[in-house]
């Protein structure tokens, strides 16, 4: 069982909108709120990149520049669940999106994808008319 499950992805037209969550499943085994949580997306044939990322309360955030206004990150700690709102999705945005955890007493929000300890298996979000 993997640790972390996304869902919420989809095939949606231009402009429409997708809000993906991150659970934390029974194999997580450890307090959702101890975990700063990101959200990374891969393209065919690229690498996996930022999106953004929240801290262990929700009350600090980072972005991929370009998509903060479009993109905002939230979490419910009570239910294990980390979201991603998607909004006026482009056919660029097409990928599969992959939600990570850092066990982090810091308060770490880390942008790189090797400074977290667990990952999902990933939604696929696919933009087009």
């Known amino acids: 069982q993997v640790p972390l499950v996304e869902s919420g992805g989809g095939l949606v037209q231009p402009g429409e909108s997708l809000r993906l969550s991150c659970t934390g499943s029974a194999a997580f085994g450890d307090t959702f709120s101890n975990y700063s949580m990101g959200w990374f997306s891969q393209a065919p044939g690229k690498v996996r990149e930022f999106v953004a990322v929240i801290s262990r309360a929700g009350t600090v955030t980072d972005y991929q520049a370009s998509l903060k206004r479009r993109f905002p990150i939230s979490r419910h700690n009570a239910q294990n669940t980390a979201y991603l709102q998607m909004n006026n999705l482009k056919p660029e945005d097409t990928a599969i999106y992959y939600c990570?955890?850092?066990?982090?007493?810091?308060?770490?929000?880390?942008?790189?994808?090797?400074?977290?300890?667990?990952w999902g298996q990933g939604t696929q979000v696919t933009v087009s008319s």
């Open positions: 990570e955890a850092r066990n982090t007493v810091t308060g770490a929000i880390p942008t790189n994808l090797e400074e977290y300890d667990y």
